[in-house]
């Protein structure tokens, strides 16, 4: 079929008084085609219309589409079982493809263009990866500067708000800088409520950006190609970086993924006419410079030193000296330490456990001297209250501090109080019914000794005579 321009010259030429024969003969076609477009009178080409085999039954095509959820091949089979039709199943998607049942048409991509230290992107993606002898989901987390696109990833068993702050402030050192916005998905980590525009991040994390001159924006819902910057490494990075890797723990994946991110940033690029780090050096004139002391980033836990002179996080035992059994400490958890603290000083640091199984770290100082051990310990300041308290205060103590098991100190401090809350009379007499009985659940003791308290201090008084009818009576 001619095209639309060869259909126009034939009709200019045959306007300027050319034939048939010498305009076949200008542009090399038959005679024949130029009589048609000359009958046709038009530039424009006629539409070819074919005759569908779908189209009669376009409204049980339809009809199918919406009962199988949008499963073209159950509709197939669906019309040759019901003998609708004999239409073959490429036959079927391109008549659903033409009128566009279940398929919307591709939309056009559009380009971003930043400029130097406007935006960074970050964003995490699940990986497969091979640590400790064994195949593990992490945690993969990125961050890139939209002009330099200079890579920076690491892994993590989990991705909480503590691992998103620890993994921004490591990119940020990796950059030496922040950009002004740092793009993130509409992950909970980050977002407190709202998509887009109208995102409002947690408090927590919009202070963490302030600290590191940044604030965070969100794409809109669906626009998934906004973050492509961060979106298009992951799988570089699976079927580069980890394809035949494996690592001995975290750590040393960490380290060579900072290694090969190193070496990738800088590699030419030939889409850039250059390398990530080269353009680095334009953009990092523009980034904004970290603050010149940033705190450490952890966890609070309050933990309370069991009988072996212990601590619990996240599944590990870390030791700590033990003078601390039973008393309250505080555990701030590092990215890589686990620091604790008797009030303001610090009494132990241990190198953090990232393991899936259960880890025992004991420093060899924190354990007594051969031939000492916790019975030399001097008792709690609520023990010896209780002990100088004597019957049946203090009988009932040391049978507590056995039954209870490593948390003694904490049954024993809420005995004490107990004894400085209520009064003496109906709290003795309740300490010597649970004594009796075997009963150290101090909830119910505590019950026990709230009715004793009601009966001895709440009795309703008998009801008197109407004074009216005595004197009635009288």
């Not at 079929?1 to 003969?25: F, K, N, P, V």
């Not at 566009?100 to 935006?119: A, L, R, S, T």
């Not at 060899?364 to 001097?378: C, D, I, K, S, T």
């Amino acid at each position: 079929m001619l095209d639309q321009t060869i259909r126009q010259t034939i009709l200019t030429l045959h306007d300027a008084g050319h034939g048939s024969r010498a305009i076949a003969d200008a542009l090399g076609i038959s005679r024949g085609a130029v009589k048609r477009v000359l009958r046709d009178g038009r530039a424009e080409p006629p539409m070819f219309v074919r005759d569908e085999r779908g189209e009669p039954h376009r409204d049980d095509i339809l009809a199918l589409h919406a009962s199988c959820k949008g499963n073209l091949v159950r509709v197939h089979e669906e019309l040759i079982a019901r003998g609708i039709v004999t239409l073959s199943y490429p036959a079927l998607t391109a008549f659903c493809r033409k009128h566009g049942i279940g398929h919307e048409p591709p939309k056009p991509k559009g380009q971003y263009h930043f400029k130097p230290g406007q935006e960074m992107q970050h964003d995490t993606s699940p990986h497969d990866v091979h640590i400790g002898g064994a195949l593990r989901r992490v945690q993969t987390a990125s961050l890139v500067p939209c002009f330099s696109r200079r890579l920076f990833f690491q892994f993590y068993p989990r991705f909480t708000r503590f691992e998103c702050k620890v993994f921004l402030d490591d990119a940020a050192t990796y950059h030496d800088g922040t950009c002004e916005h740092c793009m993130v998905d509409n992950s909970h980590v980050i977002v407190l409520r709202g998509t887009g525009k109208e995102m409002v991040p947690v408090p927590e994390m919009e202070a963490f950006a302030r600290r590191l001159n940044f604030t965070f924006i969100a794409h809109e819902k669906g626009d998934a190609n906004r973050s492509a910057r961060v979106e298009g490494p992951f799988w570089f990075i699976e079927r580069n970086f980890l394809a035949g890797r494996k690592f001995t723990d975290f750590a040393d994946a960490n380290r060579q993924a900072r290694e090969w991110c190193d070496k990738v940033n800088a590699k030419f690029r030939r889409s850039f006419s250059a390398s990530s780090n080269e353009l680095f050096v334009v953009e990092r004139a523009a980034m904004r410079r970290l603050p010149l002391w940033r705190p450490e980033i952890y966890v609070l836990h309050q933990r309370i030193v069991d009988l072996e002179g212990y601590i619990h996080v996240d599944g590990h035992i870390y030791s700590v000296p033990y003078q601390l059994i039973g008393k309250s400490v505080e555990v701030r958890e590092t990215k890589d330490k686990v620091r604790v603290f008797l009030g303001p000083r610090e009494v132990a640091v241990h190198d953090k456990a990232i393991s899936t199984t259960k880890q025992r770290k004991t420093i060899v100082e924190h354990r007594p001297p051969r031939g000492q051990g916790a019975a030399h310990l001097a008792p709690l300041p609520e023990e010896r209250e209780l002990a100088g308290a004597g019957a049946p205060f203090a009988g009932y103590a040391v049978t507590l501090k056995q039954r209870v098991g490593p948390r003694w100190p904490i049954a024993l401090r809420r005995l004490a109080q107990m004894r400085r809350d209520y009064p003496s009379a109906p709290l003795a007499a309740a300490i010597e019914t649970a004594e009796h009985y075997g009963l150290y659940d101090l909830d119910r003791v505590e019950r026990m000794i709230l009715k004793n308290v009601a009966t001895a201090y709440f009795v309703v008084p008998a009801e008197r005579e109407d004074p009216d009818q005595e004197s009635d009576e009288g």
